[in-house]
């Protein structure tokens, strides 16, 4: 067999991603709008098949978000529940939001085990069923894939495989494109996983079917690869696992197994190409940034310890040769050895990040290496570049001696001050001054604000001369703050999300123990960037 007709003869393995809803179920994790759009985004970098955007209908943010954003290659997807017993679907406002929202399809969630229909719906089981077949034919009538997420399903097999099944013959005899089958209480082991789709695959075919697993005993990763051995074609997950209680099957995890591991590259692919893997590493990381949170460094796959090593044993036989002490060579996940002899990987890795930019370099260009040494130096400071490109961006035009001068902030000053007004009522004002030089011209520009960093970010915008017009419609979207214990006292670093009239969003990170300056050069890098992108225009 050729390599061409082996390719062929790969089945396909669909990826869903369900980060906005069930990851919308994550205690401690709320997504706003914007949230929301930018995750899109990174999904849509990622190369998933489907993006379930959330649950119309059930908050006003996910009924925004069905009419505000659109997905450029996934298949988007609205989340609700079966219609309620004794009304019609028409009649059901909880399906009419699904059904109404702007998606290409719906997925919609049901009870598959009995025990689960008498207790927590109180209906009867045929009933269900009803229910059941009424919203999947509305959906497939109003012209959407409808997928079913099949609830309790393997808890339900368990106790009465005939009730399970009927509910799934149900859904796919009403049109369902998929029925997902779910362990819900993710108590499910493996062998159970695998020989329960084993029996559900005989009666069923594997591409109509999907598997959701969650990660109450660890095994989310390890239930839905048992569950694509044994049959089924479509993976729900989430970005770095997150959702309800411990969370879902990881996908950043599952990604790299999926494409990279024998019985599953073999056998599968999936439509997350070689470039996008190699991308996995800053999507997993900008995810966190945008959750504000550190990311675990031990994520399989992705984390910085992922191909670390301190042992000198393993170094030298790493310096001999990599597989010595890797099970994959981290550069396909875009991740990196982190070893004192890594200094090639690091300039791969940086090669990479800068063609993405447009900028092409030697490999033995000398202001490559002061370009590593300075990234690892900002970052042993606090700064982290994965989750804030424009920055690394503006850094490397600096190293390489090709950053424009724009405009110099001269001095700012803010001010907050809590006194009574006329009314002998309680506020707070707060105030910033900026000069900035524009080549011979000084300005000076005054602001008002909600807080100091808004009134500097006003202040910094107001008078820009020349270059006024050039940043008329850039916008700052999100402004997160973390603290970082930097080991010889607290450091903040600040992340900025900027964005503008053609749709585009950028990062940018200030790192200090003035929180005001950590903002104030974040803020100034995200003018810059703006400047820089215009000029390119
Ligand atoms: C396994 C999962 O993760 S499924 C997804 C779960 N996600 C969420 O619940 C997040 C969003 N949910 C919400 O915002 C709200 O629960 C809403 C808007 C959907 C519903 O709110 P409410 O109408 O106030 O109902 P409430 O949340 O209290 O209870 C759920 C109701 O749905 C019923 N129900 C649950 N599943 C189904 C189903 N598949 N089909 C029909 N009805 C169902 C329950 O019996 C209960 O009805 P009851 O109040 O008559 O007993
Ligand atoms: C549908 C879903 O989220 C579950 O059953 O876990």
């Known amino acids: 067999m050729t390599a061409q007709t082996a390719a062929q003869a790969k089945e396909r393995l669909y990826l869903f991603d369900t980060t906005l809803r069930d990851g919308a179920q994550t205690a401690g994790i709320e997504f706003s709008l914007e949230d929301k759009i930018s995750v899109t985004a990174l999904l849509e970098r990622l190369g998933v098949d489907y993006v379930e955007g959330g649950y119309p209908g059930a908050n006003v943010i996910d009924d925004q978000f069905f009419t505000e954003c659109r997905t450029r290659d996934a298949v988007f997807t609205a989340f609700g529940m079966t219609k309620r017993a004794g009304r019609s679907v028409g009649n059901d406002p909880g399906v009419q939001a699904t059904l109404n929202a702007v998606s290409d399809a719906a997925c919609f969630v049901g009870k598959s085990s009995s025990h689960q229909v008498k207790v927590a719906l109180g209906i009867s089981l045929e009933e269900n069923l009803e229910n059941l077949r009424e919203t999947v034919e509305a959906t497939v009538a109003a012209g959407k894939e409808a997928l079913v997420d099949c609830e309790h399903f393997f808890d339900g097999y368990k106790s009465d495989p005939d009730y399970a099944l009927s509910f799934v013959r149900t859904a796919l005899d009403a049109g369902a494109r998929w029925v997902v089958l779910c362990d819900t209480n993710g108590g499910t082991m493996p062998s159970e996983v695998a020989a329960i789709v084993g029996e559900v695959s005989k009666v069923v075919p594997g591409d109509h079917l999907g598997i959701h697993a969650h990660d109450d005993t660890g095994q989310a990763v390890a239930n839905t690869l048992a569950a694509v051995a044994a049959g089924v074609r479509q993976i729900q997950g989430t970005l770095n696992g997150i959702g309800e209680r411990c969370g879902n099957a990881n996908l950043i995890t599952l990604i790299p197994t999926l494409a990279l591991k024998p019985g599953f590259a073999d056998r599968f692919e999936i439509g997350v190409s070689s470039e996008q893997l190699a991308d996995l590493t800053s999507i997993s990381r900008a995810f966190d940034d945008l959750l504000n949170r550190a990311p675990a460094r031990q994520s399989p796959y992705v984390g910085t310890s992922a191909f670390a090593t301190k042992a000198g044993i393993h170094a030298s036989a790493l310096a001999k040769d990599f597989s010595t002490y890797e099970h994959v060579p981290p550069e396909l996940v875009g991740n990196e050895r982190n070893i004192m002899v890594s200094q090639q990987a690091g300039k791969s890795n940086l090669l990479a990040a800068l063609k993405r930019h447009g900028i092409e370099l030697g490999k033995d260009d000398p202001r490559l290496e002061r370009l590593l040494r300075t990234v690892k130096e900002r970052e042993a400071r606090g700064y982290s570049y994965d989750g804030a490109d424009a920055s690394f961006f503006i850094l490397a035009h600096g190293v390489l001696g090709t950053l424009p001068e724009f405009f110099d902030v001269e001095s700012y000053r803010t001010s907050v001050e809590r006194r009574h007004n006329a009314r002998g009522e309680q506020v707070v004002v707060t105030e910033a001054v900026v000069k900035i030089r ?100």
């Open 438 to 537: 524009i080549g011979d011209q000084l300005l000076m520009s005054v602001a008002e604000g909600n807080g100091p960093v808004n009134a500097l970010d006003l202040a910094m915008r107001k008078d820009l001369g020349v270059f006024s017009t050039r940043i008329a419609d850039l916008e700052l979207v999100d402004f997160k703050v973390r603290i970082l214990d930097g080991g010889t006292g607290a450091v903040t670093r600040v992340l900025v999300e900027s964005r503008d009239g053609t749709g585009e969003r950028w990062y940018t990170i200030g790192v200090n123990t003035n929180i005001i300056d950590a903002s104030f050069e974040a803020l100034y890098e995200s003018i810059t960037y703006k400047l820089m992108k215009s000029e390119a225009a």
